[in-house]
């Protein structure tokens, strides 16, 4: 079964389709064709089924509520750039004939990360060019060839690498000066994790609490992260 993130694959097949029309004075109309959206978007499914080898598949799609901005504002603050033109209708079409996950209030990466620890198995494969499902243990293909076994120490380990390396483009900033591969070399030199985790934001000039902050906006959902009676994800505690 392919667990595949599909904002990406979505918003990249209904962006390829739009285009302006210039009727000069100031009036430019976008406009887009539904029958080349789906057609661009089976294309990139399909390319995506025979590099696994796989026809099983489930669509996850992201809630247009997220969690992550009640706890911080900046939470992908600055993304208010509009979905293209037929993102919106391919998202239903998925959902009216494609197995199909929306979860209210999360993101994809969440709702797969829930299914995949929730169901393990070696015959599932996480698809997604995110690094952050970098986090959920199992089979991962980042869309771009690479194919890894995550462990659920190395999932727990890039965690805490993420809150410390922070992600701009998510909008959660991390601890300054520290990136990737310093806050690799913090976590594979310590075996209390999160204190060393702390010790760093506090180095900084920073708090706990900054350092917790960061880590819940990193933190992809787990199936023990999630409260399924009330619909509602568990925030993350070290």
Sequence with gaps: MLLIDC????????QVCEEGIDFGDDVIVAQSNFSQVLKVFDNELSKVKTAMMEDEVILYF???ENFRKKISADYKGHRNKRKPLGYKRLVNHCKENYNFVLREGLEADDSIGIDATRYPSTDNIIVSPDKDLR???????NLDGDVEEITKEQ??????????????TDGYSGCPGIGVKKASAI???????????????????LSDD???????????LQHKDYDYENEKPILWNP
């Design 155 to 168: 999932g727990d380990d890039w965690h805490l690498i993420q809150t410390m390396a922070g992600d701009p």
């Design 135 to 141: 986090q959920i243990p199992g089979i991962l293909w």
């Design 187 to 205: 976590i594979e030199k310590k075996d209390f994790k999160w204190e060393a985790v702390c010790q760093t934001f506090r180095e900084r000039g």
């Design 7 to 14: 904002d990406f694959i979505a918003y990249k097949s209904a």
């Design 62 to 64: 992201s809630s247009s």
């Design 210 to 220: 900054d350092a917790l902050l960061n880590a819940r906006l990193a933190k992809i």
